[in-house]
């Protein structure tokens, strides 16, 4: 058990809707890191938020935001869903300092029919 | 993960030692991750190396790195069943975001 939660594990949803995929860090951990991973894409880093503030993007559609909170958890949201969004979310937390050790989450498989 | 370059596939019987090896293209990597994914969970951390060492030891685990190849690998003795897995080599490039690029992931089928 890495101290990362996500929730949902599952999550099956049709086109074109919106989804929130939820990531509680480790506790100290102040930085919060999204990734997707795909068959086709692999592991693909989306996002981190450091603090509640953005810090990098990555390979993130403009239809997918996120945010994190002053309690440090973090969302992802998912928007205009197509097939080809479907996936596993990672959510990884670090402390955020120079020591760049991520612990990842379970994560959460998005189905999109 | 396209800077990250790993084979796809590695098989080994029980016991032998197995290496999964890894390429990468930032010569600037501070830090270079070897993850562990078995089936339907999440990514765990194995072991990393600074890129300033050669070798990392670890129980089982060795890491190499040569730096002038920009090579990464990662040997486990004694394979056991419990190593099928998929392994992700994984480099962070020098930023503030600490963000990892990841390879394709090797997936280890370890027979008996």
């Known amino acids: 058990d890495s101290g990362v939660t996500q929730t949902p594990k599952h999550l099956i949803t049709a086109t074109g809707q919106r989804v929130t995929l939820r990531c509680s860090p480790r506790s100290g951990d102040l930085s919060v890191y999204w990734y997707q991973q795909s068959l086709d894409q692999g592991l693909q880093f989306l996002i981190q938020y450091y603090n509640g503030e953005e810090r990098a993007k990555g390979n993130i559609l403009e239809r997918f935001s996120a945010q994190q909170f002053p309690d440090l958890h973090s969302e992802l949201n998912l928007s205009s869903l197509e097939l080809g969004d479907s996936a596993l979310y990672f959510c990884?937390?670090?402390?955020?300092?120079?020591?760049?050790?991520?612990?990842f989450g379970p994560g959460t498989r998005l189905t999109v029919l | 993960g396209e800077d990250v370059e790993q084979s796809l596939f590695l098989s080994v019987r029980e016991g032998d030692s197995s290496v999964i090896n890894c390429t990468y293209t930032?010569?600037?990597?501070?830090?270079l991750y070897w993850y562990k994914q078995e089936p339907g969970a999440g990514l765990q951390l194995l072991t990393y190396?600074?890129?300033?060492?050669d070798m990392k030891q670890d129980q089982r685990l060795t890491v190499l790195l040569n730096k002038k190849d920009k090579h990464l690998s990662l040997r486990i003795a004694d394979t056991q069943t419990g190593d099928s897995a998929i392994y992700f080599c994984a480099e962070s490039p020098p930023s503030n975001d600490y963000k990892l690029s990841f390879g394709a992931g090797t997936t280890v089928t370890v027979r008996a």
């Open positions: 930032d010569s600037s990597s501070t830090y």
């Open positions: 190396i600074f890129s300033n060492m």
């Open positions: 990884a937390s670090s402390r955020g300092n120079s020591y760049n050790e991520q612990f």
